[in-house]
Each structure stands twice: as C-alpha cells, then as structure tokens.
T-cell receptor, first 117, second 116 residues
Framework: AQTVTQSQPEMSVQEAETVTLSCTYD???????LFWYKQPPSRQMILVIR??????QNATENRFSVNFQKAAKSFSLKISDSQLGDAAMYFCACPMNYGGATNKLIFGTGTLLAVQP | DTEVTQTPKHLVMGMTNKKSLKCEQHMGHRAMYWYKQKAKKPPELMFV???????INESVPSRFSPECPNSSLLNLHLHALQPEDSALYLCASSQKPGAVTNEKLFFGSGTQLSVL
C-alpha cells in the first residue's frame, strides 16, 4: 500500500531557531514530486516546497529546504530562522496511482508546529 | 489571479436541509478537487473533475453530489447530511488533469460545515 508517514504529531521551536520535520513515504510511481504543504489557522493549504524525485539536489525555497533520501524514502523539511508566522500544521504529500493515467495526492497525518517567541 | 475562492466560509445546516458549496477559480486550471478534512487530520479526497468530467469518486455517499458547470466553477450539493459529515470542505485546482505527480495544487480556504 502506498503510504505517507509523519512520525511527529507535534513539534515546538524557538523563534530564530531551526527545526526539522520528518516524513517517510512509499510510492510505486517512477517519476514524481514530493510536496510539503502548510495549513495555518486560516485553513488554506499552501505549498511550501516540492522536490523532484529524479533530482539529486535538495530543493530550497528561502528559509525552507528539504533533505531527500530516495533510497530510504525519506523527505524531511528543514525550517531555518523560524518565525512566528511559520506556526501551522505541516503535511507531507506523495502521489499515488489511482489507475491508468490518473493519480491522486496522499497526505501524511501532519505535524503541528508551534513557534515560541 | 491565483486564488481559489470558496463560499460560504461557514455553513450550519439541519439533517433535512439542502445546501450547496461553491468553488471558483480563474487560473484556467482544468482539474478541480473536493477534499473533506476533519479537525487535526489530513485532507481526504472526495471527487476529482478533469476537463469538467468526473474522473474520481472516492466512494462518497450519494448525499454529496458534485457538479462542474464550467471550467471555472465547482459545486458540491448537500442533502440529508449526517452529523458525522461536519468537517472542513476544501476545494483545490491544478493546471492539468492527471498530473498531480508533479503539479502544485491551489487550495481555497474551505467551508466549515456543521450538521445539526
């Protein structure tokens, strides 16, 4: 079965510090992206970063970066210089083949990140 | 315009009511999605429309009836709901159907539904 696992239900970080959120996945897709989405109290899901599985280089978007270990099927998110606005639920997501050319996105269980001033 | 707009933001309905949720995007996206999200849980896919045709129905009860009248608009018609259907309903869109392996989903802010 194709799964996405986030083993940390809650995390806390001090403002300006660095935090890493973990994610492991399993997919039968051969060419795919992995995604981290953020859901703040406004409830809107916002894409934080995505990583193409065929790229060796880890993706970076400003203070957000990933550590992608394809063999281990691990895709962690590092947030540097944490800010109060980073407080949110973070979901890791991975595509799953639904049948034929149709795919759907599977979300992990989420990690609730608190940022302490 | 990179927004997905959902209305209403909040909805309270009785089990005998009929109501509709609306979702709109003007990005030219040809895939639109309905997700259901319970508190502190990940979104669960309900329906996918590709080129205005229903392509995925995740065995959703018939009391939920989706409709895609045109490429910009997605509705979810609700009838005879149960209290356990209370949840946040999220709409999303993406540029190309079937390409969620590499495409970003754009989400709306959701409709918080309470069924009494």
């Amino acid at each position: 079965a194709q799964t996405v696992t986030q083993s940390q239900p809650e995390m806390s970080v001090q403002e300006a510090e660095t935090v890493t959120l973990s994610c492991t996945y399993d997919t039968s897709e051969s060419d795919y992206y992995l995604f981290w989405y953020k859901q703040p109290p406004s409830r809107q899901m916002i894409l934080v970063i995505r990583q193409e599985a065929y790229k060796q280089q880890n993706a970076t978007e400003n203070r957000f970066s990933v550590n992608f270990q394809k063999a281990a099927k691990s895709f962690s998110l590092k947030i540097s210089d944490s800010q109060l606005g980073d407080a949110a639920m973070y979901f890791c997501a991975c595509p799953m083949n639904y049948g034929g050319a149709t795919n759907k996105l599977i979300f992990g269980t989420g990690t609730l990140l608190a940022v302490q001033p | 315009d990179t927004e997905v707009t959902q209305t209403p933001k909040h909805l309270v309905m009785g089990m005998t009511n009929k109501k509709s949720l609306k979702c709109e995007q003007h990005m030219g996206h040809r895939a639109m999605y309905w997700y259901k999200q319970k508190a502190k849980k990940p979104p669960e896919l309900m329906f996918v429309y590709s080129y205005e045709k229903l392509s995925i129905n995740e065995s959703v009860p018939s009391r939920f009836s989706p409709e895609c009248p045109n490429s910009s608009l997605l509705n979810l018609h609700l009838h005879a709901l149960q209290p356990e259907d209370s949840a946040l309903y999220l709409c999303a869109s993406s540029q190309k159907p079937g390409a969620v392996t590499n495409e970003k989903l754009f989400f709306g802010s959701g409709t918080q539904l309470s069924v009494l």
